[in-house]
């Protein structure tokens, strides 16, 4: 394993850096307020983009990346979703994919966009998988990436079942063997759709080996892209990750448009 991130987590003078770099900076990501700008440009962007941040997160972890996108001319959206003091992802993946659901139709319908590109961070990942798979987005979907999202489960998801205690929560939906997790690797992805999960080799909250893809026989849209000395957060607003998303989301408008002829 690369070792740049796990030394400084033991290493005193520089472990701060190294636990926001795999949990997100605490006044930014946690206290900070709601700094996402409401914007209602949807239907203005050839390209469009839907970020889904994580369990325990808010959006402005991706306060960076949207930046970026829009920058290079995508429209970009975000949603609360909800949870514990209404807004740290805490709810079950089936309630947050059916409020995905339907909150892109209500925007489509509104706006007249007929595509989205979706990006998930951790958890969003699979928020975004169920959203495809079972509660139809595959006919929106021009391509998924995920950032750390354990496609397997994680372990360490029992870090957050200890943290929720009797609260309801959706940290259970991410171990391994979950019924979501069994769910969503038991049932085919659409083909059709390009799925790409890029990982960090130095990813302390959701190990590399949960996020690798493994496509069977048939399921060839899936693509899994290796990244080292990024922590789990850091896949967010790493400029490394950037590019990569950006190269993804560009091949995939390719055949969004060769899709629709």
Same mark, same amino acid.
């Given at each position: 394993?690369?070792?740049?991130?796990?030394?400084?987590?033991?290493?005193?003078?520089?472990?701060?850096?190294?636990?926001?770099?795999?949990?997100?900076?605490?006044?930014?990501?946690?206290?900070?307020?709601?700094?996402?700008?409401?914007?209602?440009?949807?239907?203005?962007?050839?390209?469009?983009?839907?970020?889904?941040?994580?369990? =325990?997160?808010?959006?402005?972890? =991706?306060?960076?990346?949207?930046?970026?996108?829009? =920058?290079?001319?995508?429209?970009?959206?975000?949603?609360?979703?909800?949870?514990?003091?209404?807004?740290?992802?805490?709810?079950?993946?089936?309630?947050?994919?059916? =409020?995905?659901?339907?909150?892109?139709?209500?925007?489509?319908?509104?706006?007249?966009?007929?595509?989205?590109?979706?990006?998930?961070?951790?958890?969003?990942?699979?928020?975004?998988?169920?959203?495809?798979?079972?509660?139809?987005?595959?006919?929106?979907?021009?391509?998924?990436?995920?950032?750390?999202?354990?496609?397997?489960?994680?372990?360490?998801?029992?870090?957050?079942?200890?943290?929720?205690?009797?609260?309801?929560?959706?940290?259970?939906?991410?171990?391994?063997?979950?019924?979501?997790?069994?769910?969503?690797?038991?049932?085919?992805?659409?083909?059709?759709?390009?799925?790409?999960?890029?990982?960090?080799?130095?990813?302390?909250?959701?190990?590399?080996?949960?996020?690798?893809?493994?496509?069977?026989?048939?399921?060839?849209?899936?693509?899994?892209?290796?990244?080292?000395?990024?922590?789990?957060?850091?896949?967010?607003?790493?400029?490394?990750?950037?590019?990569?998303?950006?190269?993804?989301?560009?091949?995939?408008?390719?055949?969004?448009?060769?899709?629709?002829?």
């Amino acid at each position: 394993m690369g070792g740049g991130v796990f030394s400084r987590l033991v290493n005193p003078w520089n472990a701060y850096e190294a636990w926001r770099d795999q949990l997100g900076s605490v006044r930014s990501i946690y206290l900070g307020g709601d700094r996402v700008v409401r914007r209602g440009d949807m239907g203005e962007h050839s390209e469009l983009v839907l970020l889904l941040h994580g369990f =325990f997160q808010t959006r402005n972890l =991706f306060e960076v990346m949207e930046d970026r996108l829009r =920058f290079d001319g995508y429209g970009v959206m975000s949603f609360n979703l909800g949870g514990l003091l209404y807004r740290f992802n805490t709810q079950p993946v089936d309630r947050l994919a059916e =409020f995905i659901s339907d909150k892109i139709e209500n925007l489509a319908e509104r706006h007249g966009f007929d595509g989205l590109h979706i990006i998930g961070h951790s958890k969003g990942g699979l928020i975004a998988r169920r959203y495809i798979q079972h509660y139809g987005g595959r006919q929106r979907a021009k391509c998924l990436i995920t950032l750390g999202t354990p496609h397997h489960g994680t372990p360490t998801a029992l870090v957050g079942v200890a943290l929720m205690g009797v609260l309801p929560s959706s940290a259970s939906d991410l171990l391994p063997r979950s019924r979501i997790i069994r769910r969503l690797n038991g049932d085919p992805f659409p083909p059709d759709i390009p799925l790409t999960s890029i990982y960090s080799r130095d990813d302390v909250v959701c190990p590399y080996w949960a996020s690798v893809l493994r496509p069977r026989k048939g399921e060839c849209s899936m693509c899994n892209v290796q990244v080292r000395d990024v922590g789990h957060s850091q896949l967010a607003w790493d400029p490394g990750v950037f590019r990569i998303v950006r190269d993804k989301l560009e091949e995939a408008s390719s055949l969004w448009r060769e899709r629709k002829g």
